[in-house]
């Protein structure tokens, strides 16, 4: 029996891996493709006035975009790639948990009977002032 529960938790452990890699791998090259090319300063000046509202570079619009349409693990990939201090990482970290594969679930909100609309509006709406409270608490900590 023993045995049996540690095959399966193995196949089930590789198949969660390749799943997660399946996501991560092509994000991150993504980001490093963005990241070197001439697109990455436009984001950073486009976006800087924003994300210097929740205490962020210009530059973490990138993660927070991408755990919008994918999930946390394609966030944590690109963050991976970004020089950022902890308070940082635990804002846009709250901000992707709290609007994360808004796309997926939108679908799935509408499917059980709720608005999409309005859902969708609430999580994002959420994102942002869990974003400023925790960049506030950040800047004033400064972790």
């Not at 090259?29 to 570079?57: H, K, N």
């Not at 948990?97 to 997926?104: K, L």
């Not at 939108?106 to 608005?115: E, Y």
Request: glycine share 8%.
């Amino acid at each position: 029996m023993l045995i049996t529960a540690i095959k399966t938790g193995f196949f089930k452990a590789i198949k969660t891996v390749i799943m997660l890699l399946r996501i991560v791998l092509p994000v991150y090259a993504l980001v490093v493709i963005i990241r070197y090319s001439p697109l990455m300063p436009f984001l950073q000046d486009t976006f800087a006035p924003a994300m210097g509202l929740f205490g962020l570079p210009g530059d973490a619009i990138i993660p927070i975009v991408t755990g919008a349409f994918t999930d946390e693990y394609g966030a944590i990939a690109v963050m991976n790639q970004l020089v950022l201090s902890s308070a940082q990482i635990t804002t846009i970290a709250i901000m992707v948990t709290m609007a994360h594969t808004i796309p997926v679930e939108a679908a799935i909100a509408q499917k059980v009977g709720l608005n999409w609309g309005k859902f969708t509006t609430f999580r994002i709406a959420m994102a942002i002032l869990s974003g400023l409270l925790v960049g506030w608490l950040g800047g004033i900590f400064q972790w």
